[in-house]
């Protein structure tokens, strides 16, 4: 036979066709579809490596291998007078002649003839042997051949065994066709006419119509190929009758309707399965779509706390200022009023200013400032904890949705169990925080570190009770200092002189006093708000990270695999389209 029973162009194609399947078999495998949906694709692009399946059966010694080996040109199988052949064997395309024994019934021949690559051959013991045992031929190879050659011998045409098994494969609904073998040993054409005749007979008896029915020579075809003379050869080849027998094999075989199905046969397997896949993806991610809105709001939740804090602490920080601005002034009226000539008495005594001071110009700056500072903190913690009740809150109600759904219908995949248990540790996480949430021991913790802040700018010392306190107390000790005043001398000289200078130099170091207060004071504590809510922020981020994140990597997978689905399924119905056209593109005989 011709070496190969598809066209160029087919032969292309079915390359193409392996090497496509190959990379979408792969491409399928990296993402989550069914193992024994990939197995069946895996199968049926082996097929394509057997895209033909011939079929020989007969009584032993018909020369059923005989035949094989001169239609493949080779002498491949042993032949034999005496029962030859003890295993079906499969004769298939393999870089090397190789033989492999599956079990004591069943064996594979490997040849590296390249018609063997499209057309497999089973070649068989004798009916006889074979009605008897051997089920993997009926039950396998004679249900998914494309042709049964029923090979029975001249000097012993149609044997019982041989009608027997005819009528046991014709459940199958398979074509078979009849050779009629060792036609050589006819001295005439009567008694060929009378062996056809008989074997037609019988045949159709079983089958119900005539057979396809080829008188051949397979000894004759193989010394064809052996004569040197080309003009015996091809007389020798003429009269084997194999000639016929292959061209009806060929246009058999090569049939457009036959070669369509077998090339669409496995990209509608792959079809299939992106198919199936394609409709898993799309419920993942309809289910998925509820934890990406939860943690969007998560999100939202965590970003509207980070604008808020930001916004929010510049003009609670302001309304310190304000306290500290207002004391600036009073203080330097009291400078004003009180270090006069018409005062000296009082100024005589430091101690009574220093009161008066206290009283007028200090008042109670220092309760203001504790208070706008216990203010801020509450209402830093306030806002914290309020977020984190906010998270628990979406957290609870994504896992309240998904408690209705597993009532609805039970399971779940792999990546749906994880999203579960990711919920589940996370609105643990939120929820032990929120119930152990202490907001008075936060609180004097913030405090105690808004007050260490302060207190490290060096401008005050450490050991003072209160913020407040700590402020003011620095700043009155000191400016108010008029102590040494009346050594000055005389009247006039204190009058004209000593108390306007002194007056000026104690506004003076008073407001550059202020100035670095109001500066460090408030820098300090901004720069420490700041840095509390950096933390609180990451401490919720942190929190609810493990599920945020899991629903990204997920959202972006099923992304990723409906583009690869996608891409799949465009790749497969393209060569779909063509393999029709390539099946009709016209048969090589
Ligand atoms: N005269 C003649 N003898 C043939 C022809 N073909 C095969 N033989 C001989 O018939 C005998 C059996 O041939 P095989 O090919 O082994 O027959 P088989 O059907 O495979 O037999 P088993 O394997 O035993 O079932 C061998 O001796 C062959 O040489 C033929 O066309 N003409
Ligand atoms: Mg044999």
Same mark, same amino acid.
């Given at each position: 036979m011709r070496q190969s029973l598809l066209t160029d162009e087919q032969a292309a194609f079915l390359r193409e066709e392996k090497e496509a399947l190959a990379e979408i078999r792969v491409a399928l495998s =990296? @993402? =989550? !579809?069914p193992r024994d949906g990939l197995a069946s694709l895996q199968t049926s692009i082996l097929q394509l490596d057997e895209l033909f399946l011939l079929v020989v059966v007969g009584e032993f010694n018909a020369g059923k291998s005989a035949l094989v080996n001169a239609l493949l040109g080779n002498q491949i199988l042993p032949e034999g007078t005496t029962p030859t052949t003890s295993k079906v064997t499969l004769v298939k395309w393999g870089e090397k002649v190789a033989e492999q024994a599956v079990d004591e019934g069943f064996g594979i021949l490997t040849y590296p003839l390249p018609l063997l690559k499209e057309l497999n051959i089973v070649d068989t013991p004798g009916t006889n042997a074979v009605i008897r045992r051997h089920e993997r031929l009926t039950d396998e190879f004679v249900p998914r051949s494309d042709l049964v050659l029923f090979v029975t011998s #001249? $000097?012993?045409?149609?044997t019982e065994s041989e009608r027997l098994f005819l009528e046991r494969i014709l459940a199958w609904g398979k074509k078979v066709v009849f050779v009629l073998n060792k #036609? $050589? @040993?006819?001295? $005439?054409e009567t008694s060929l006419d009378e062996v056809r005749d008989f074997v037609l007979k019988h045949a159709t008896a079983v089958l119900g119509d005539p057979p396809e029915f080829f008188p051949v020579s397979a000894r004759m075809a193989q010394r064809a190929q052996n004569e040197p003379d080309p003009e015996q050869s091809r007389l020798m080849r003429a009269s084997s009758g194999l000639d016929e027998l292959e061209r009806y094999i060929t246009t058999t075989l090569d049939d457009a309707t036959r070669l369509e199905l077998k090339l669409s046969n496995p990209l509608g397997t792959a079809e299939n399965l992106v198919a199936q896949a394609q409709s898993t993806v799309r419920d993942e991610s309809q289910e998925l779509h509820e934890d990406i809105q939860t943690t969007a709001s998560l999100e939202s939740v965590i970003d509207d706390y980070a604008n808020e804090l930001h916004s929010e602490l510049e003009p609670r920080l302001a309304s310190i200022e304000n306290i500290l601005q207002r004391f600036e002034q009073r203080g330097l009226d009291f400078f004003d009023t009180t270090l006069r000539l018409t005062n000296i008495a009082s100024l005589a005594r430091g101690s009574q200013i220093r009161a008066k001071f206290e009283k $007028? !110009?200090? #008042?109670d700056v220092p309760q203001q400032i504790d208070d706008q500072v216990q203010r801020l903190i509450d209402w830093v913690i306030q806002k914290d904890q309020h977020q984190w009740q906010q998270v628990m809150a979406y957290l609870q109600r994504r896992q309240a949705q998904y408690h209705e759904h597993i009532v609805g219908e039970q399971g779940g995949g792999a990546s749906e169990t994880r999203r579960r248990e990711l919920i589940d540790t996370v609105g643990k996480t939120a929820q032990a925080i929120v119930e152990s949430y202490d907001r008075n021991l936060e609180a004097s913790e913030l405090a105690k570190s808004v007050e260490n802040a302060v207190a490290q700018t060096a401008l005050l010392e450490a050991g003072a009770v209160g913020l407040g306190a700590l402020v003011t107390i620095a700043v009155v000790s000191a400016t108010v200092d008029v102590t040494g005043l009346l050594a000055a001398g005389s009247m006039a000289i204190l009058g004209f002189l000593v108390i306007p200078y002194k007056r000026k130099q104690a506004k003076e170091r008073f407001k550059e006093k202020m100035i670095t207060l109001r500066t460090r004071l408030v820098g300090a504590m901004s720069s420490q708000f700041r840095g509390e809510s950096e933390i609180a922020i990451a401490r919720l981020k942190d929190g609810v990270a493990p599920y945020t994140r899991f629903i990204k990597a997920e959202r972006q997978r099923l992304e990723e695999a409906a583009l690869l689905l996608s891409r799949q399924e465009q790749r497969i119905s393209g060569l779909k389209a063509r393999s029709q056209a390539v099946a009709k593109s016209g048969t090589k005989s």
């Open positions: =990296d @993402i =989550d !579809v #001249a $000097d012993r045409p149609m #036609a $050589d @040993i006819f001295e $005439d $007028d !110009v200090l #008042a």
